[in-house]
């Protein structure tokens, strides 16, 4: 009695029939994937390798940086036409998205929050939103007894500060009151 006859209905295997001689077995399908992961080189093993308080402390020192950079540049003496000169300034008249950006930057850093505003109102909404992230990213980075929580920021949220953006890109430069308040 073979095993397969006292096994009941539901759980005999069927066997594939084998091949007649004269017929031909087609060959396994073969796949391609859009992404093939490279072997990994010199440069992604020394990342690799890199501990977990680096990215963090570059990012940092991208700021401190840009922050040093504004505070001794003081750029609300500076006008469109000093070194750095600002190309779409120059060339249109026209304040593009992120003119005054360097300006605000640098009244938030002295405490002027209202010429702060005046000079690029979506940078002071978008300053503590940032602050956040960065800090959050550092402190989960981080081997620390605690975790702070992620800011998840949704789609339709950052659209309307894209839109919100460039409506205020739009508007500073109409020459009518009060769209004249923003035009720096």
């Keep these: 009695m073979s095993v397969t006859s006292s096994l ?21 399908p073969v796949y391609h994937y859009a992404y093939q992961p490279l072997p990994k080189g010199r440069f992604q093993r020394l990342v690799d390798r890199l501990p977990a308080w680096s990215g963090p402390a570059g990012v940092g020192a991208l700021i401190g940086g840009g922050v ?8 609300t003496r500076a006008g469109a036409t000093d070194t750095p ?9 026209f304040d593009c998205p992120g003119c005054g950006g360097t300006r605000a930057a640098w009244y938030m850093l002295h405490g002027d ?34 975790k ?34 923003f035009f720096v």
């Design 68 to 75: 040093a950079y504004t505070l001794l540049m003081n750029p």
């Design 8 to 28: 009941p209905a539901a759980l005999t295997v069927a066997q594939p029939a084998a091949p007649a001689a004269d017929e031909t077995v087609p060959p396994p």
């Design 113 to 146: 929050i209202p010429a702060a505003a005046h000079h690029h109102a979506p940078l002071l909404f978008a300053a503590p939103f940032l602050a956040y992230l960065y800090v959050s990213w550092t402190v989960n980075r981080l081997n620390l007894p605690f």
């Design 85 to 93: 000169t600002c190309i779409v300034k120059l060339l249109t008249g």
């Design 148 to 181: 702070l929580p992620v800011l998840r920021i949704s789609n339709k949220a950052l659209v309307g500060f894209l839109v919100a953006w460039l409506a205020f890109s739009v508007l500073r430069n109409l020459p009518w009151a009060p769209f004249t308040w």
